[in-house]
């Protein structure tokens, strides 16, 4: 397959980074040398909180672990900073956020992995099926929604939500957990939570069901599967997006889609996404965006937990983009859902909301594993693509740039 057009500058760009001189993040990365590269991770965890900023995450780290504590995402050895803008807009929306993620390339807001000229770009999902691994999508909100659906398919809008659920269907991705049963169903076919929405007459859950897959619509028949004799899961558990609190929660959901992909002879690739954090604050309600990014961080400690255990395993935790504009203020002058807020440690604090949109601001991103490095410092939201794709590939052309920095 062609390289996205982003991967291809970076070559050029290896010419003028390797002669220069410079402190910060580049020189940083640049101490890694031309080492021997490692094998490549066997699997990649990309873990996405849609609209969760740094200051969600320090609310939730207050409220979880104190201000002097840290959260699961924040005990990663490896930090940076990612900014967000979208080819078009310097405040991106999910789609474009979500696709620059996956494919390293910047388009349009609202385009899902396509490039602003709708041409259609290969994602990481797709890559690392090209590679023989397996590969799932997990959320809160509809699977079909911007953020999975910028991993496995290729839209010139984002609400085509009928397109989109049947071409994750045909990309065969092996697990898919979330919500949007009705993009399922034809509207005449009645489902676990009601009548569908397709104009086209399909039902997608019948096709899947002839193409392997397990049908589950609860938390008890996620839980009894048997991950050992299931290749392929679609778990849909609510009509549109799930509703709090979430059941299965996110960290269940993520054990589960490890459960089924980890036994792949080749490894796999997993995106879980806390898509709420963003639908809290754009309602600037604090108290939801708290507690989603909570269960957020309780999604990453599973992550965690499976990398220490298997090893040679890429852990990456981000945001699309922040919404909401947060601030924190000491003090209890503030009221429900907004505060006040205990901070473990001592102390409480309201949340203020400048926005109900989205903002320009950079995200954090912390990350560990087998060329987790090439994440520190700052650059453009494309760069974790390349980060995964060199991972992925052991592309020389990728790998000298990202280690001499941009």
């Given at each position: 397959?062609?390289?996205?057009?982003?991967?291809?500058?970076?070559?050029?760009?290896?010419?003028?980074?390797?002669?220069?001189?410079?402190?910060?993040?580049?020189?940083?990365?640049?101490?890694h040398g031309l080492?021997?590269?490692?094998?490549?991770?066997?699997?990649?965890?990309?873990?996405?909180?849609?609209?969760?900023?740094?200051?969600?995450?320090?609310?939730?780290?207050?409220?979880?672990?104190?201000?002097?504590?840290?959260?699961?995402?924040?005990?990663?050895?490896?930090?940076?900073?990612?900014?967000t803008a979208s080819?078009?807009?310097?405040?991106?929306?999910?789609?474009?956020?979500?696709?620059?993620?996956?494919?390293?390339?910047?388009?349009?807001?609202?385009?899902?992995?396509?490039?602003?000229?709708?041409?259609?770009?290969?994602?990481?999902?797709?890559?690392?099926?090209?590679?023989?691994?397996?590969?799932?999508?997990?959320?809160?909100?509809?699977?079909?929604?911007?953020?999975?659906?910028?991993?496995?398919?290729?839209?010139?809008?984002?609400?085509?939500?009928?397109?989109?659920?049947?071409?994750?269907?045909?990309?065969?991705?092996?697990?898919?957990?979330?919500?949007?049963?009705?993009?399922?169903?034809?509207?005449?076919?009645?489902?676990?939570?009601?009548?569908?929405?397709?104009?086209?007459?399909?039902?997608?859950?019948?096709?899947?069901?002839?193409?392997?897959?397990?049908?589950?619509?609860?938390?008890?028949?996620?839980?009894?599967?048997?991950?050992?004799?299931?290749?392929?899961?679609?778990?849909?558990?609510?009509?549109?997006?799930?509703?709090?609190?979430?059941?299965?929660?996110?960290?269940?959901?993520?054990?589960?889609?490890?459960?089924?992909?980890?036994?792949?002879?080749?490894?796999?690739?997993?995106?879980?996404?806390?898509?709420?954090?963003?639908?809290?604050?754009?309602?600037?309600?604090?108290?939801?965006?708290?507690?989603?990014?909570?269960?957020?961080?309780?999604?990453?400690?599973?992550?965690?937990?499976?990398?220490?255990?298997?090893?040679?395993?890429?852990?990456?935790?981000?945001?699309?983009?922040?919404?909401?504009?947060?601030?924190?203020?000491?003090?209890?002058?503030?009221?429900?859902?907004?505060?006040?807020?205990?901070?473990?440690?001592?102390?409480?604090?309201?949340?203020?909301?400048?926005?109900?949109?989205?903002t320009s601001a950079?995200?954090?991103?912390?990350?560990?594993?087998?060329?987790?490095?090439?994440?520190?410092?700052?650059?453009?939201?494309?760069?974790?693509?390349?980060?995964?794709?060199?991972?992925?590939?052991?592309?020389?052309?990728?790998?000298?740039?990202?280690?001499?920095?941009?």
């Open positions: 397959m062609a390289l996205p057009l982003a991967l291809g500058l970076l070559v050029v760009a290896a010419v003028v980074t390797s002669s220069a001189a410079g402190a910060g993040p580049s020189t940083k990365r640049a101490t080492a021997p590269a490692p094998a490549a991770p066997r699997n990649i965890l990309l873990f996405i909180g849609d609209g969760m900023g740094e200051v969600q995450r320090t609310a939730a780290r207050w409220v979880q672990v104190g201000a002097a504590g840290e959260l699961n995402m924040d005990d990663l050895p490896v930090g940076g900073w990612s900014r080819a078009d807009n310097a405040v991106t929306d999910s789609a474009a956020g979500g696709t620059a993620i996956a494919t390293g390339v910047k388009t349009n807001n609202g385009m899902i992995a396509v490039a602003p000229d709708s041409s259609s770009l290969t994602t990481i999902l797709e890559f690392a099926r090209a590679h023989g691994k397996a590969a799932g999508l997990v959320t809160t909100v509809q699977i079909w929604h911007a953020t999975p659906a910028a991993f496995a398919a290729h839209v010139v809008s984002r609400t085509s939500y009928s397109a989109i659920a049947a071409q994750m269907l045909g990309e065969g991705v092996e697990v898919l957990l979330g919500g949007g049963e009705n993009q399922f169903l034809a509207n005449s076919i009645s489902g676990c939570f009601g009548t569908g929405t397709r104009t086209d007459g399909r039902n997608l859950i019948a096709e899947a069901a002839s193409a392997g897959y397990a049908h589950v619509c609860t938390p008890a028949q996620l839980s009894t599967l048997d991950a050992s004799t299931t290749p392929r899961v679609l778990g849909i558990f609510s009509d549109e997006e799930m509703t709090r609190p979430f059941s299965p929660g996110l960290a269940v959901m993520t054990q589960r889609a490890i459960d089924f992909l980890a036994s792949d002879p080749q490894g796999f690739f997993l995106m879980v996404e806390g898509g709420q954090i963003d639908w809290a604050s754009h309602d600037n309600n604090g108290a939801n965006a708290i507690a989603d990014t909570q269960g957020f961080d309780a999604a990453v400690a599973v992550g965690k937990a499976f990398a220490a255990s298997a090893g040679n395993t890429l852990v990456i935790v981000t945001a699309d983009h922040e919404t909401g504009g947060l601030a924190l203020v000491p003090g209890s002058a503030c009221a429900t859902p907004n505060g006040p807020f205990d901070i473990l440690d001592g102390g409480q604090f309201c949340v203020r909301w400048t926005t109900t949109g989205h950079d995200v954090p991103v912390t990350a560990s594993g087998t060329f987790s490095h090439v994440l520190s410092g700052s650059y453009e939201n494309t760069h974790i693509f390349e980060a995964m794709y060199k991972a992925l590939t052991l592309d020389e052309a990728v790998f000298l740039p990202l280690i001499l920095g941009h």
